[in-house]
């Protein structure tokens, strides 16, 4: 889902507290906090967030500058990259709004580059093979990459972290029983600090925890197979036509 679903999800979840007077930027600091409660104690949820960034910068997407004859931009906070992609469009206006159904066929890796070296990037003299993109990032999470983003382009930068630093349109690893994990904690803090009710507080924020605890049990085992039947190679198991399980 993206952060704004995410963060829709909870508002829901939290019944008329989501929508209370007065309290709206409160909450949406205290889901902020939340999420990064459960992420200090549950590594799954830290993986998977993707940001994307295009020269224009429209709604949704970190903007790019240009410097020389590389493309700058920001990581968010803490953010450790994993994966960069180029992803070609056929105009501006698709790149601003662009589909997600064929990504995989239109974009292309970005390869590691030394930040010490980016002049290089700078000044159109790297060291890399022709077609190559390649990116250099630096200690403070600024980045350049060569060649230079046109319009019809897009940065997509696949990163894991501990931060809730997220612009609506971002695609977060978070999912509904996190969501419900996070209602909770905003209760609790609602209940504290607005309604000033410490018995209900500390129900709701034992609630937290429990299902904080849910959470990091849950997470064990969701990306491997548990068990599999040992079976022959591939070319015996499915040598004929006739296999009803190939």
């Given at each position: 889902?993206?952060?704004?679903?995410?963060?829709?999800?909870?508002?829901?979840?939290?019944?008329?507290?989501?929508?209370?007077?007065?309290?709206?930027?409160?909450?949406?600091?205290?889901?902020?906090?939340?999420?990064?409660?459960?992420?200090?104690?549950?590594?799954?949820?830290?993986?998977?967030?993707?940001t994307k960034y295009n020269l224009a910068g429209p709604e949704g997407f970190q903007p790019l500058t240009t410097e020389g004859n590389a493309s700058l931009g920001q990581l968010p906070s803490d953010a450790r990259p994993q994966e960069a992609y180029r992803i070609f469009y056929d105009t501006a206006e698709i790149a601003a709004s662009p589909p997600t159904d064929d990504e995989g066929c239109n974009r292309t890796p970005v390869v590691n580059y030394s930040y010490a070296n980016r002049n290089d990037l700078?000044?159109?003299?790297?060291?890399?093979?022709?077609?190559?993109?390649?990116?250099?990032?630096?200690?403070?999470?600024?980045?350049?990459?060569?060649?230079?983003?046109?319009?019809?382009?897009?940065?997509?930068?696949?990163?894991?972290?501990?931060?809730?630093?997220?612009?609506?349109?971002?695609?977060?690893?978070?999912?509904e029983p996190m969501a419900e994990c996070v209602g909770e904690y905003v209760k609790a803090k609602v209940t504290r600090e607005v309604d000033k009710d410490l018995k209900l507080f500390e129900s709701y924020y034992a609630t937290f925890q429990k299902k904080r605890q849910e959470l990091y049990l849950n997470s064990f085992g969701r990306q491997v197979i548990r068990t599999n039947p040992v079976g022959g190679s591939t070319s015996l198991a499915c040598s004929t036509t006739t296999c009803s399980t190939c």
């Open positions: 889902m993206t952060w704004l679903q995410f963060k829709t999800a909870v508002k829901e979840l939290i019944t008329v507290d989501g929508s209370r007077q007065g309290i709206t930027s409160y909450v949406d600091r205290m889901i902020k906090l939340g999420v990064v409660e459960v992420l200090s104690h549950v590594e799954f949820y830290t993986k998977g967030n993707i700078i000044c159109a003299h790297p060291l890399i093979n022709d077609g190559a993109s390649v990116i250099a990032i630096g200690k403070s999470g600024d980045f350049y990459i060569y060649p230079q983003l046109d319009r019809n382009e897009v940065l997509q930068i696949h990163w894991d972290g501990f931060t809730a630093d997220h612009q609506d349109s971002d695609t977060v690893s978070y999912d």
